[in-house]
T-cell receptor, first 115, second 110 residues
Framework: DAGVIQSPRHEVTEMGQEVTLRCKPISGHDYLFWYRQTMMRGLELLIYFNNNVPIDDSGMPEDRFSAKMPNASFSTLKIQPSEPRDSAVYFC?????????????FGPGTRLTVL | RKEVEQDPGPFNVPEGATVAFNCTYSNSASQSFFWYRQDCRKEPKLLMSVYSSGNEDGRFTAQLNRASQYISLLIRDSKLSDSATYLCVVNEGSGYALNFGKGTSLLVTP
């Protein structure tokens, strides 16, 4: 079975450019999570969706970041305009929880470098 | 968000050694606890859940102390393949948001 799919795997862009990261969750999973990982701050939850509806976006750093989930099989995280401090690995994860102990399955991540 | 604290290490141990990692969390309302493993330049993967009664999975044993808000992971008979970063993870107590520690790095040497 396919796991969580993310694209692109690597992105190098210049400051000020728009960046769009994409995620396809595991089929049947109704929770989708976006995380950012840096050496300094570790793994941080940015936003999560349930049944395509954003539930908690309190981790989104600022208005330059936005996330959408137009359907159950696709989500995007957009940064506009991008800044060098946005450089990080961005992970998407999905889960199908009956209870909070269910596992989150992570995608391979997108390594973003903003010059 | 409330904090999850881990010793970053690195822990350098020889093959066959026993090693223990600790983690503390600040949100007393937390309900669920996990250890995830992350290999270099890879995604985190669930290693094991942590139950109140403690649980064991092969060479791995996890313990939870709710009173002290403390979680531990014990690895016995370390293998080279255990080399990774181990992330302590706590459910915030409401919804399904997970709070990750920054991880403890383990290097098992021949």
């Amino acid at each position: 079975d396919a796991g969580v799919i993310q694209s692109p795997r690597h992105e190098v862009t210049e400051m000020g450019q728009e960046v769009t990261l994409r995620c396809k969750p595991i089929s049947g999973h109704d929770y989708l999570f976006w995380y950012r990982q840096t050496m300094m701050r570790g793994l941080e939850l940015l936003i999560y969706f349930n049944n395509n509806v954003p539930i908690d976006d309190s981790g989104m750093p600022e208005d330059r970041f936005s996330a959408k989930m137009p359907n159950a099989s696709f989500s995007t995280l957009k940064i506009q305009p991008s800044e060098p401090r946005d450089s990080a690995v961005y992970f998407c994860a999905s889960s199908f929880p009956f209870r909070s102990t269910d596992t989150q399955y992570f995608g391979p991540g997108t390594r973003l470098t903003v010059l | 968000r409330k904090e999850v604290e881990q010793d970053p290490g690195p822990f350098n141990v020889p093959e066959g050694a026993t090693v223990a990692f600790n983690c503390t969390y600040s949100n007393s309302a937390s309900q669920s606890f996990f250890w995830y493993r992350q290999d270099c330049r890879k995604e985190p993967k669930l290693l094991m859940s942590v139950y109140s009664s403690g649980n064991e999975d092969g060479r791995f044993t996890a313990q939870l102390n709710r009173a002290s808000q403390y979680i531990s992971l014990l690895i016995r008979d370390s293998k080279l393949s255990d080399s990774a970063t181990y992330l302590c993870v706590v459910n915030e107590g409401s919804g399904y948001a997970l709070n990750f520690g920054k991880g403890t790095s383990l290097l098992v040497t021949p």
